[in-house]
């Protein structure tokens, strides 16, 4: 018997755990986490040449914003009090070194000048969606993603983002020393006030395909090279300390769900913030499973984005972020 749960009469319980449950005010008073709209920060894509936002097949609700739905989406975001926005460009025209990536910059600028400071502008700084190969990096010779020369193109990107105007850069290539060589670039373009945020347990998972769709991937083969063997949790947390070590100012776990013990031990070990992004996947899972009437959408939706909280994330990308925050006000 559990000390204590005796010495009622008849041998009922004394101690109830039940009695902070019992109704929507007490439940309220002793929540150990609290979900607000700040914690979530919305992905968004704009894709160069478009007239107006077109959907997304695979991420129901998601759209490939204009230039003009962009920045209408960005204020909506900003009054429903989120906490960030991310963006990722999708070009016309792509080439084998991803220098193509000026439509992310001039998103990044519509972004500021539409928002200013009342959010948190953040931007994608990887080559996959501007490579005619998808990969994250520049290939050598041999078809491998060369890491070195890679690093060259995050340096340019880095400081031609922070130019236009990006509060946050988020480095998602998983290539080594990448935290070091953009926290030079920058400092040396004197950006020395840009955060960066980096990706750095990043896993090479099932639950990206929706993503690729939205980015319009070329991507052929895998990224196992790079992004990290999601067996692997002490090699995560040795990535998460060399980028802490290198200058990261946020470190990032990459999908959320199924490494929310990654994400727990990462919290524990650090001493910034920590993020997780719940991926296209799991958006897209529980869009599907609610569209056939099979779980509740939104209490799913919320359990979700408390579930990474719980785990240790300070706030959470995901694509319900401007709804979710809608729900909780």
């Known amino acids: 018997m559990v000390p204590g749960s005796g010495g009622g009469g008849g041998g009922f319980p004394s101690v109830r755990p039940r009695r902070l449950r ?12 609290r979900l607000h709209p700040a914690d979530l920060v919305l992905p968004m894509f704009v894709k160069e040449g478009l007239d107006e936002a077109r959907p997304i097949a695979s991420l129901p609700g998601v759209v490939q914003h204009s230039r003009d739905s962009l920045r209408k989406a960005a204020a909506e975001a900003v009054e429903a009090g989120i906490g960030g926005l991310m963006l990722f460009g999708v070009p016309t025209e792509r080439d084998h070194c991803g220098t193509t990536d000026e439509v992310l910059n001039t998103a990044i600028a519509d972004v500021i000048a539409e928002v200013g400071s009342d959010t948190v502008v953040m931007s994608d700084l990887c080559l996959d969606e501007f490579t005619d190969h998808g990969h994250c990096g520049v290939l050598a ?19 031609a983002q922070a130019d236009a105007g990006a509060h946050v850069l988020g480095l998602s290539g998983m290539m080594d020393g990448q935290v070091g060589v953009v926290r030079a670039a920058l400092d040396a373009a004197g950006h020395t006030n840009a955060v960066i945020l980096a990706y750095a347990a990043k896993f090479a998972s099932g639950f990206y395909g929706p993503f690729r769709d939205a980015v319009e991937s070329q991507l052929q083969g895998d990224r196992k090279t790079y992004q990290q063997d999601p067996a692997n949790a002490a090699e995560a947390l040795r990535e998460v300390a060399l980028d802490v ?19 727990r031990q990462v919290a524990d070990a650090v001493d910034v913030p920590v993020a997780a992004y719940q991926v296209s996947g799991e958006y897209a899972m529980v869009e599907a499973a609610a569209a056939n009437g099979w779980i509740n959408r939104e209490q799913v939706m919320l359990e979700t984005l408390l579930g990474a909280r719980r785990a240790g994330a300070d706030f959470v990308l995901t694509y319900w972020a401007t709804e979710a925050a809608g729900l909780l006000d």
């Not at 007490?26 to 986490?33: D, F, G, H, K, Q």
């Not at 010779?141 to 400081?159: C, K, Q």
């Not at 070590?245 to 929310?260: N, S």
């Open 22 to 33: 019992q109704s929507p005010a007490m439940r309220r008073l002793v929540s150990e986490i």
């Open 141 to 159: 010779a041999d078809g491998t993603v060369d890491n070195d020369a890679t690093l060259l193109r995050y340096a340019e990107m880095a400081v």
């Open 245 to 263: 070590a290198e200058g990261a100012d946020i470190i990032m776990v990459k999908p959320a769900l199924p490494y929310l013990d990654v994400l």
